[in-house]
């Protein structure tokens, strides 16, 4: 019997369901076949999160029901990839007597090689980190659909002292622009209508000959109708070279992804994360002269070791000041292997969690504030589904990555930009009327 049948859930972030993507592409090779019934898979993997306790958390209780699916079929294999899966190392096996391969996000072209390892009844382990490793050669499987990702990039050099990603995905290199591109280009054929450049830094991005901003020109040169988004940006790295390639080009999304994590200029320090306020504000002021509509979103984290009543205002004050479309904001979670880690965690925990609802209640007004202010404006949306709530309804988003509700009819369909009148929004939705079908894409 051919046991080729692979089952894969992903978790956290947008790397991860690019490296799932890989790992497809990788199996799809060697003649596996991806099944959406975990009950009929010969392989069932989890591509895993470590940012925080809970993200892993959850892959223990996932483990815990995938378990009994084995005690049924006791030839399933159980692999864990991604950052987990390289933070703890042999530690899964030892502790997890249901997990048989543990491969982290450097080591997936031994994935084959480590499954047959693991049918013939061994244990697959493979967590060496690269400095070469990008996949770039690998046409990842990518389901038909409309906005797809690409990693331009693997790894961090920033060590945030509270981050385990360069523990957990090594050292930054980049894929070749002309590799890039050339993703690009098939997507467009493919009659994709967006693509998010990915890193943990793009702003970094280098393959020796070019920057991120010459990547992101030559992306959007390959068709002015696919629409181009990036993330994430690090504040040190933002060039105004970058702005004005956004603020020049009618297919680059006018929306900046760009943590800030605290509004204090010590907890920075005590963060690594190598900027001030000051610096901070520079680049907003300067994107805002540059791309007069662009959004930002942000990464905010509250409750990080030492953090005073003052310092957590600070942080409320910046989000004042910058008035943010979105955020991404979290309580500290120590996680071991990194510097903070050896910091006393003496932040009590409902403290923690009294700072964490200050910032969400405070996030949550400014973007019904940002939204109301939309009211009457009109905007170009890609079409990308029917709404959640209701099928008389469509849901998309604009370049600033506003959801936008808009009304089914009028010939439209998912994939079409339309230009929308804004009638209603609230902090997280925009409720707009058509307007018309846009042939071609105009930021
Ligand atoms: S920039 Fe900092 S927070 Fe982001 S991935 Fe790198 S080390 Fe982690």
Redesign the pocket.
């Known amino acids: 019997m051919n046991k080729n049948k692979v089952y894969i859930e992903t978790y956290g972030c947008q790397m991860n369901l690019a490296d799932t993507e890989v790992v497809m592409g990788i199996l799809n090779n060697k003649g596996y076949e991806l099944t959406k019934e975990i009950d009929s898979a010969d392989v069932v993997l989890l591509n895993t999160c470590s940012v925080r306790d809970n993200a892993e958390q959850r892959i223990h209780g996932r483990l815990g029901n995938i378990g009994t699916l084995k005690q049924k079929n006791p030839n399933m294999v159980i692999g864990i990839l991604g950052c987990m899966a390289e933070r703890l190392r042999d530690d899964l096996i030892k502790k997890k007597k249901m997990v048989d391969l543990v491969v982290g996000p450097d080591e997936y072209r031994r994935l084959p090689e480590l499954i047959d390892t693991a049918f013939a009844g061994g244990k697959g382990i493979g967590v060496k980190l690269s400095r070469t490793e990008t996949y770039e050669d690998i046409e990842p499987y990518r389901e038909e659909g409309l906005a797809a990702w690409i990693s331009v990039m693997r790894g961090?050099?920033?060590?945030?002292t509270?981050?385990?990603?360069?523990f957990t995905?090594g050292r930054e290199r980049s894929s070749k622009l002309t590799s890039v591109v050339e993703e690009v280009r098939l997507l467009s054929e493919r009659g994709f209508r967006e693509v998010t450049l990915l890193g943990?830094?793009v702003n970094s991005y280098s393959d020796g000959e070019n920057d991120f901003a010459d990547l992101l020109t030559a992306c959007a040169e390959v068709d002015n109708n696919l629409r181009i988004r990036f993330m994430?940006s690090?504040p040190q790295d933002l060039s105004d070279k970058l702005l004005y390639i956004i603020s020049e080009y009618s297919n680059i999304c006018n929306y900046i992804h760009l943590?800030v994590?605290s509004g204090s200029d010590r907890v920075l320090k005590e963060m690594?994360?190598t900027y001030t306020i000051e610096h901070y504000l520079g680049i907003i002021e300067r994107a805002r002269k540059i791309i007069p509509s662009v959004t930002f979103s942000t990464?905010i984290i509250v409750g990080f070791p030492t953090e005073t009543e003052e310092e957590h205002k600070m942080t409320l004050d910046i989000m004042a000041k910058v008035r943010y479309d979105g955020a991404f904001m979290f309580k500290y979670s120590p996680r071991k292997g990194t510097r903070a880690f050896k910091m006393e965690d003496d932040i009590p925990e409902n403290v923690k969690s009294r700072r964490l609802t200050e910032i969400i209640d405070q996030q949550l007004k400014i973007a019904y504030e940002i939204n109301q202010e939309l009211i009457g404006t009109e905007d170009i949306v890609l079409v990308e589904n029917l709404s959640k709530k209701s099928d008389q309804f469509y849901s998309g988003r604009t370049d600033t990555n506003k959801i936008v509700i808009l009304p089914i009819g009028n010939n439209v369909k998912i994939g079409d930009f339309v230009k929308v009148k804004l009638y209603k929004a609230t902090s997280a939705t925009l409720f707009g009327d058509f307007i018309e079908i846009v042939d071609v894409y105009r930021k």
């Open positions: 961090c050099d920033k060590f945030c509270y981050c385990v990603v360069p995905r943990q830094n994430t690090h943590p994590q690594n994360r990464d």
